[in-house]
Protein backbone atom coordinates (compact mmCIF):
# COMPACT_ATOMS: atom_id res chain seq x y z
CA UNK A 1 0.00 0.00 0.00
CA UNK A 2 1.34 3.10 -0.87
CA UNK A 3 1.60 6.29 1.82
CA UNK A 4 -0.07 9.59 1.15
CA UNK A 5 3.35 11.04 0.02
CA UNK A 6 4.13 8.64 -2.27
CA UNK A 7 0.65 9.33 -3.72
CA UNK A 8 1.04 12.50 -3.99
CA UNK A 9 4.29 11.70 -5.78
CA UNK A 10 2.80 9.55 -7.94
CA UNK A 11 -0.20 12.06 -9.27
CA UNK A 12 1.78 14.88 -9.66
CA UNK A 13 4.17 12.60 -11.55
CA UNK A 14 2.03 10.66 -14.56
CA UNK A 15 0.12 13.78 -16.04
CA UNK A 16 3.80 14.92 -16.98
CA UNK A 17 4.84 11.62 -18.09
CA UNK A 18 2.09 11.38 -20.49
CA UNK A 19 2.77 14.37 -22.01
CA UNK A 20 6.71 13.92 -22.44
CA UNK A 21 7.32 12.45 -25.97
CA UNK A 22 4.84 14.76 -27.55
CA UNK A 23 6.64 17.72 -26.26
CA UNK A 24 10.20 15.90 -26.60
CA UNK A 25 9.79 15.20 -30.22
CA UNK A 26 8.26 19.07 -30.88
CA UNK A 27 11.58 20.67 -28.90
CA UNK A 28 13.99 18.28 -31.05
CA UNK A 29 12.87 19.64 -34.43
CA UNK A 30 13.19 23.26 -33.29
CA UNK A 31 16.48 23.05 -31.73
CA UNK A 32 18.03 21.24 -34.87
CA UNK A 33 17.16 24.42 -36.68
CA UNK A 34 18.22 26.60 -34.05
CA UNK A 35 21.60 24.65 -34.29
CA UNK A 36 21.64 24.36 -38.32
CA UNK A 37 21.11 28.03 -38.23
CA UNK A 38 23.66 29.62 -35.33
CA UNK A 39 25.90 31.64 -36.96
CA UNK A 40 25.62 35.29 -34.73
CA UNK A 41 26.74 35.93 -31.09
CA UNK A 42 22.97 36.01 -30.49
CA UNK A 43 22.07 32.70 -32.00
CA UNK A 44 24.68 30.74 -30.22
CA UNK A 45 23.55 33.13 -26.78
CA UNK A 46 20.42 31.62 -27.28
CA UNK A 47 21.76 27.62 -27.62
CA UNK A 48 23.88 28.41 -24.32
CA UNK A 49 20.52 29.66 -22.61
CA UNK A 50 18.28 27.03 -23.92
CA UNK A 51 20.82 24.17 -22.92
CA UNK A 52 20.94 25.39 -19.38
CA UNK A 53 17.09 25.22 -19.20
CA UNK A 54 17.82 21.38 -20.34
CA UNK A 55 20.01 21.35 -17.60
CA UNK A 56 18.04 22.51 -15.13
CA UNK A 57 15.39 20.06 -16.00
CA UNK A 58 17.88 17.41 -16.59
CA UNK A 59 18.69 17.88 -12.79
CA UNK A 60 14.78 18.35 -11.53
CA UNK A 61 14.11 14.99 -13.11
CA UNK A 62 17.53 13.25 -11.39
CA UNK A 63 16.04 14.65 -7.90
CA UNK A 64 12.35 13.42 -8.97
CA UNK A 65 13.97 9.85 -9.22
CA UNK A 66 16.12 9.88 -6.12
CA UNK A 67 12.75 10.77 -4.66
CA UNK A 68 11.06 7.94 -5.89
CA UNK A 69 13.82 5.44 -5.65
CA UNK A 70 13.26 6.02 -1.49
CA UNK A 71 9.38 5.63 -2.08
CA UNK A 72 10.39 2.12 -3.74
CA UNK A 73 12.91 1.84 -0.53
CA UNK A 74 12.66 -1.99 0.18
CA UNK A 75 9.24 -2.53 -0.73
CA UNK A 76 8.80 -6.36 -1.41
CA UNK A 77 7.35 -6.99 -4.85
CA UNK A 78 8.33 -3.68 -6.71
CA UNK A 79 12.05 -3.44 -5.28
CA UNK A 80 13.33 -3.57 -9.18
CA UNK A 81 11.51 -0.03 -9.49
CA UNK A 82 14.16 1.06 -6.90
CA UNK A 83 17.13 -0.29 -8.81
CA UNK A 84 14.90 1.30 -12.17
CA UNK A 85 14.72 4.87 -10.45
CA UNK A 86 18.50 5.08 -9.32
CA UNK A 87 19.97 4.25 -12.80
CA UNK A 88 17.26 7.04 -14.00
CA UNK A 89 18.89 9.46 -11.80
CA UNK A 90 22.59 8.97 -12.62
CA UNK A 91 21.50 9.57 -16.47
CA UNK A 92 19.61 12.47 -16.07
CA UNK A 93 22.25 13.84 -13.76
CA UNK A 94 24.90 13.01 -16.63
CA UNK A 95 22.76 14.45 -19.35
CA UNK A 96 22.68 17.82 -17.04
CA UNK A 97 26.04 17.80 -17.48
CA UNK A 98 26.30 17.49 -20.73
CA UNK A 99 23.69 19.92 -21.55
CA UNK A 100 25.99 22.25 -19.33
CA UNK A 101 29.33 21.35 -21.66
CA UNK A 102 26.72 22.36 -24.84
CA UNK A 103 25.78 25.55 -22.98
CA UNK A 104 29.74 26.28 -22.31
CA UNK A 105 30.17 25.63 -25.81
CA UNK A 106 27.87 28.11 -27.08
CA UNK A 107 28.81 30.83 -25.03
CA UNK A 108 32.69 30.29 -26.30
CA UNK A 109 31.06 30.47 -29.71
CA UNK A 110 28.92 33.29 -28.33
CA UNK A 111 32.04 35.31 -28.01
CA UNK A 112 33.97 34.36 -31.54
CA UNK A 113 31.13 34.52 -33.40
CA UNK A 114 30.91 37.08 -36.24
Not at 69 to 81: D, E, F, I, S
Request: aromatic letters at 4%; charged letters at 25%.
Amino acid sequence: MLTRRQMLVLSATVPLLAGRASAHEDHGEAETAMVENAKTPAHHAALAAHYRERATKARADQAHHRLMAQAYGGKQGVAAGRLHCRRLAKEYGQMADEYDALAKLHDEAAKSAH
